[in-house]
């Protein structure tokens, strides 16, 4: 009998009114495996929507498991812990039915080893938070609130610090992953070559550099005492503005305009005359090469009481690392800071505050954000250069 | 209907019993769960599209 055959005769039977099984045994028999169906079906969600599921893969059981171990969502002083599920399923019926039917995903990367050692693990973890933070911004952090709730929130008991924090986030209503990346889990943590602002701006860089025209470091650039990078100079830090004067190979020689405190050995070289903004730091012996770095004459900054002196010098640069036009590094600077500041609180314009006043304050925030070295120092440039001292406005 | 079976009681009862369960036990279920999974891919395409589901609170 074909295939076909065999479908035809199950339909002939299906539209044939029964005339051995008595209309009793159908209805009550359709009924009872409804029932069972109904009840398997719930099941079977309830099975992969435990703990004991998620773990029973390696990729789970041995990473973020362990990692929330070390947390207060594992163990607290009020006994009640979350459970990967309460978190990462969603509780509604379709958001629910939608998230378990993306786990088809986490199939495929268990059959194909997409994550199957620590290492591979740890290169896809900012990838991976990065899909849990954007599904947690966008309900407002509804997984967190099935527990947590601001209005039941008893300011009292909490510390000063706490509070300070936590009440004007209430009152702007602020979801709950703003601030508390990280909570259950590690940060992906990040080397500054695999920084996504540099990624960002490595799109934007000059292709070639040209002599006569000014360029701006978008990364932190390596800098030389000749054209063969065998004497180091130092580093170029991030919005530092060189003139390229001739290009040789893969390598340009610029001179640079900065200021340095006549301190010390002078190795750090600041953006203006008493301002904090540093552009360079130097090696100790280009930084006493008379015939490499020019002094101008002294000047006393009457705030701090430091001789300041000008200087020009001249180095060579590999060609990557520069853009043309600052406002390319101050588009990328200012997309950063306000997304990374205004969680929190309503983020101060830049030249709310003076060039060396920013760099304590910044410093005393960052530590709640998420930013990578390169990033925090890319932000401070901008505000640094953004500042009240750079504004008509104050 | 073919006739050759169509007296037979003994087979008709054997074909009515077989088709019963066959519908009951696995064509439905499994259409029931294909519309469940359909829809909750459905969904997902959409949330792919249009990003992740928004709350208010």
């Known amino acids: 009998m074909s295939i076909k055959s065999l479908i035809l005769s199950f339909w002939d039977t299906l539209r044939t009114p029964p005339a051995t099984i008595s209309l009793g045994v159908i209805s009550i028999g359709g009924f009872i495996t409804g029932i069972i169906f109904w009840g398997g079906f719930n099941t079977a969600l309830e099975v992969t929507n435990t703990e004991k599921f998620c773990i029973s893969c390696h990729e789970m059981a041995d990473n973020v498991y362990l990692e929330l171990q070390e947390t207060v969502h594992w163990s607290n002083r009020t006994g009640v812990r979350a459970t990967c599920p309460d978190c990462h399923v969603p509780h509604e019926w379709d958001n629910k039915i939608a998230r378990k039917m993306q786990a088809s995903k986490e199939v495929w990367g268990k059959v194909f080893g997409t994550i199957n050692t620590r290492e591979k693990f740890l290169e896809k973890r900012e990838e991976l938070a990065r899909h849990e933070w954007a599904r947690l911004e966008a309900n407002n952090s509804l997984e967190c609130r099935n527990c947590h709730d601001y209005d039941s929130m008893d300011w009292d008991a909490m510390s000063d610090e706490a509070v300070f924090y936590m009440q004007p986030a209430a009152e702007r209503n602020v979801g709950c992953i703003e601030c508390h990346k990280g909570i259950a889990h590690h940060l992906p943590e990040r080397e500054p070559g695999t920084s996504h602002i540099i990624a960002q701006l490595d799109g934007r860089a000059a292709s070639s550099l040209k002599g006569g025209e000014d360029y701006f470091a978008y990364k932190p650039v390596k800098i030389y005492e000749n054209s063969d990078m065998s004497t180091p100079a130092g580093t170029l830090n991030l919005a530092a503005k060189i003139e390229v004067t001739q290009a040789s190979g893969d390598m340009v020689e610029f001179t640079m305009t900065a200021w340095r405190k006549n301190k010390g050995y002078g190795r750090v070289l600041y953006d203006d005359f008493g301002m904090n903004t540093r552009v360079a730091v130097l090696e100790r012996e280009t930084a006493q090469d008379e015939e490499i770095v020019t002094a101008g004459t002294p000047q006393m900054d009457d705030n701090t009481g430091l001789d300041w002196s000008e200087v020009k010098l001249s180095l060579w640069a590999p060609k990557s690392g520069f853009v043309a036009d600052p406002s390319q590094l101050w588009e990328v600077a200012e997309a950063s800071y306000a997304e990374s500041c205004s969680g929190c609180h309503a983020q101060p314009d830049p030249d709310h505050f003076s060039t060396n006043a920013w760099p304590a304050l910044f410093s005393g925030m960052v530590g709640f954000t998420n930013m990578d070295p390169i990033e925090q120092e890319l932000v401070l440039t901008y505000l640094q250069n953004h500042s009240s001292d750079h504004s008509d406005a104050h | ?57």
Do not use: K
């Open chain 2, 1 to 57: 209907m073919p006739s050759t079976t169509s007296g037979n009681s003994v087979g008709s009862r054997r074909r009515e019993w077989t088709t019963f369960l066959v519908l009951t036990l696995i064509v439905l279920p499994a259409l029931a769960v294909a519309f469940v999974g359909g829809y909750g891919f459905v969904l997902w395409m959409s949330q792919v599209i249009n990003g992740p589901p928004t709350v208010d609170f």
